[in-house]
């Protein structure tokens, strides 16, 4: 099971920038994915962003096309969620995910705060 460690939420003015971070841990699984998803308050949960840990390939929600990046460190075994141009239609708490592409995300981190204002 992979254990994981968001880090960077915050509460900033709209059109400015935050990197949320999640740093994995333990064993990982063939075909490994990790990706973001974000929950607005009395909304479902929604995907953001994947990525493909080995190949690197990348996937966006429509959303944030263009505004939002997604990348991994393979060093640090983490992935990162660059979000620019921020709106308040972005405010959510924002939870890491991964898994493998056979069994969908298993493992969720515990969700940072991003809150952004108009």
């Known amino acids: 099971q992979v254990q994981l460690v968001e880090s960077g939420g915050g509460l900033v003015q709209a059109g400015a920038s935050l990197r949320l971070s999640c740093a994995a841990s333990g064993r990982t699984r063939r075909n490994y994915i990790m990706g973001w998803f974000r929950q607005a308050p009395g909304k479902d949960r929604e995907f953001v962003a994947r990525?493909?840990?080995?190949?690197?390939?990348?996937y966006y929600a429509d959303s944030v096309k263009g505004r939002f990046t997604i990348s991994r460190d393979n060093a640090k075994n983490t992935v990162y969620l660059q979000m620019n141009s921020l709106k308040p239609e972005d405010t959510a708490v924002y939870y890491c995910?991964?898994?493998?592409?056979?069994?969908?995300?298993?493992?969720w981190g515990q969700g940072t705060q991003v809150t952004v204002s108009s």
């Open positions: 995910a991964a898994g493998s592409i056979s069994q969908g995300f298993e493992n």
């Open positions: 990525i493909n840990w080995s190949a690197g390939s990348t």
